[in-house]
Every structure is written in structure tokens, then in C-alpha cells.
């Protein structure tokens, strides 16, 4: 799933509505054993090591959390880049490379990642009728129309239910079943893949997933939470047959019987114009701003 605007999203992956929190989350796939994704578990000083030897990270470490041991003397205290680089790092310095702040400044460097410069962002937020086509401004009334119903899950700014912001009373969070399987006819997906059910264990939360941004949707093939979908003609197939069918193999079944499916999934048809329309559309959420932001690249 995307990073792009995940400052706005109060729940994070895919299905887990126990995990809000960039920082708790950067340990799961450092430390993670079910399953092992980095496989860091045990090797926390070599991490630390590893950034502490680093040419940039020791300086930049410091500039951010400062000195914390020993007490710093008060001509000494400030932690600017300025006084770092009079005062070179000492072993101190170092201290404050620990997993605690590893985990901080990744949340911070992914609440930095805000991609608000698509043409469509120009268009509708910012007046710029001419920056997006005329196919993809018929794209945008085909998203919000209630017979393909797109815009009631992928709704608001980063086109999503799942949202945080301070404009908001309080954070919106929803999972969906979109009807992508149906092993059993009774709705079942697969074992390794549940959903929400995964955590919650109720049968009703079954194929249930949160809703993801499409931002910059165009380049991040394949699509849904298991990548099973390999394009957005397809994306928009599976739609417009109110659920996926698969005819072969062990995941066989009719998506769209599936008992469990949001009844916003009804299926639809578009004359082939219509669809170049709605793809138009969905490409002209990409942000090159965004993209080529030289303050996201590796700062060595
Ligand atoms: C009932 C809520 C709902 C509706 C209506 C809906 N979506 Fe989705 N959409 C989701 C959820 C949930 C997922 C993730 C599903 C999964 O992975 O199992 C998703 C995934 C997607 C993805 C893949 C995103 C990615 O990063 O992999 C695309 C593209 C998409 N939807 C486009 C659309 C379009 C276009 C429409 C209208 C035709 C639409 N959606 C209608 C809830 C919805």
C-alpha cells in the first residue's frame, strides 16, 4: 500500500484496526516474526551500530533528539546543525541512536510524504480548469455517480473513509468487503488472507479491508491487498460485475454472491468510452511534484 498521505490514515496496513501508529508500526516489519519480514529480531545493536558508523545518520540523529546523556552544559545545549558541526559528535551523541528514536524519525519521515499536486488537486481544489482532460473531468462525475458508487468508500481528499485530520470531530475508520472472493458461497477468503476477521474473529468481518487511497493509483500495479489484481482495467472489471469471479483453482468462486460484500458493490456497465473516461480519471491522480520530491530520496 502506499505511503503517499498516510499522516491522515488512523489505522494502518491493510486490516488492522489495532494499529494506529506509525511508530509502534516500523516494528513489525524490523522485528516481526509472524511473519519475519526484515528478520531484525536480535540484531537491534547491530542496527544501531550499522546507523552509528554511518557517515550522515550520527550528525543527523543528534540535529533531531538531541544530547540526551550526559547533562549537557548550558552553553551547549542547543542541537542546531550549526553547533553539531562546532561541536563535533561525541560518543554521547551517539547515545541517542536507539531503536526508540530509529522508530520516530521514520514515523516523522513518513508523515512528511503529503502528495497534495496532482492535476486534479490543480483542478478541483485549486481552479485550474484546464489541468485535467475532458475525459477524465466525464471520469470524475462517472467516480461520484451513485451507479458506480465509487466516491462512498474512496471519498474526500485521499479518497478513502479511513481518515484523520484536524477538521474532523473525530477519526473515520472502515473496512469494506468487496466481493474479490468467495471460496465457499458463504463469502470465505483465502485462509492466509481473511481481513479484518483475522483479528476481530466475527464472521461478519470476513474479506473485510480498508479502504486505500488512489492516489497516484496509476503506478502502484498490482492492486488490493494481495496484489491480485494486475491492473486498473481490471480494478474497474471487478467493479462493474459487483464482485470478482474466478472460474479455476483453489480460490474458484462467484464474488458477486458473496453474502458478506458492502452493498455499495452492485456492478455496473460502461460503454467502452465511459471507461476510458474513468481511467482518464484515476490517471490524473498522480502528482509528479510528489514524485521527484528531492527531500524523499536517500539523504546520502
Ligand atoms: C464498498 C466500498 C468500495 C467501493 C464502493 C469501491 N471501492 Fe475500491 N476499494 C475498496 C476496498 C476495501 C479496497 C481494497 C480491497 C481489497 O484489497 O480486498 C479497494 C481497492 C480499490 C483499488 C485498488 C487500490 C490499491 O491500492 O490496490 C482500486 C483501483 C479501486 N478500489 C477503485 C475503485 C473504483 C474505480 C470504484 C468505483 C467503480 C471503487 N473502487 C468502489 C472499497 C471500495
Not at 474513468?278 to 510528489?290: P, R
Amino acid at each position: 500500500m502506499s505511503l503517499a498521505n498516510i499522516a491522515y490514515s488512523p489505522v494502518l496496513t491493510w486490516a488492522n484496526p489495532l494499529l494506529t501508529n506509525l511508530e509502534f508500526q516500523s516494528l513489525i516489519p524490523l522485528f516481526g516474526e509472524h511473519p519475519v519480514e526484515m528478520g531484525m529480531v536480535g540484531r537491534e545493536e547491530e542496527i544501531l551500530a550499522m546507523l552509528g558508523n554511518d557517515r550522515l545518520y550520527p550528525q543527523m540523529f543528534a540535529a533531531a533528539f538531541g544530547n540526551s546523556t550526559p547533562p549537557i552544559s548550558p552553553q551547549n545545549s542547543g542541537n542546531s546543525v550549526a553547533n553539531l558541526l562546532r561541536n563535533p559528535v561525541s560518543p554521547a551523541a551517539a547515545s541517542v541512536i536507539t531503536i526508540s528514536n530509529l522508530t520516530k524519525a521514520l514515523a516523522a519521515f513518513q508523515r512528511s510524504l503529503i502528495s497534495f499536486d496532482s492535476p486534479y488537486d490543480r483542478y478541483r481544489y485549486r481552479g485550474e480548469t484546464n489541468a485535467i482532460s475532458a475525459a477524465a473531468k466525464r471520469g470524475e462525475i462517472l467516480f461520484n455517480s451513485e451507479n458506480l458508487e465509487c466516491f462512498h468508500c474512496h471519498s474526500g481528499l485521499n479518497f478513502t473513509d479511513s481518515i484523520q485530520h484536524d477538521r474532523l470531530a473525530f477519526q473515520e475508520i472502515a473496512f469494506h468487503n468487496t466481493g474479490l472472493y468467495n471460496l465457499d458461497d458463504q463469502g470465505a477468503y483465502p485462509p492466509n488472507n481473511p481481513g479484518l476477521y483475522e483479528i476481530t474473529e466475527n464472521p461478519a468481518d470476513m474479506g473485510k479491508f480498508k479502504v486505500p487511497s488512489l492516489r497516484n493509483i496509476a503506478l502502484t500495479a498490482p492492486y488490493m491487498h494481495d496484489g491480485s489484481v494486475a491492473t486498473l482495467e481490471e480494478a474497474i472489471e471487478h467493479y462493474g460485475a459487483g464482485g470478482r469471479t474466478i472460474t479455476t483453482g483453489k480460490y474458484a468462486g462467484v464474488g458477486r454472491d458473496n453474502p458478506l460484500k458492502s452493498s455499495f458493490i452492485n456492478g455496473f456497465s460502461l460503454s467502452p468510452q465511459e471507461k476510458q473516461d474513468l481511467l482518464a480519471f484515476l490517471n490524473s491522480l498522480t502528482d509528479e511534484t510528489f514524485l521527484t520530491n528531492p527531500a524523499f530520496s536517500d539523504p546520502h
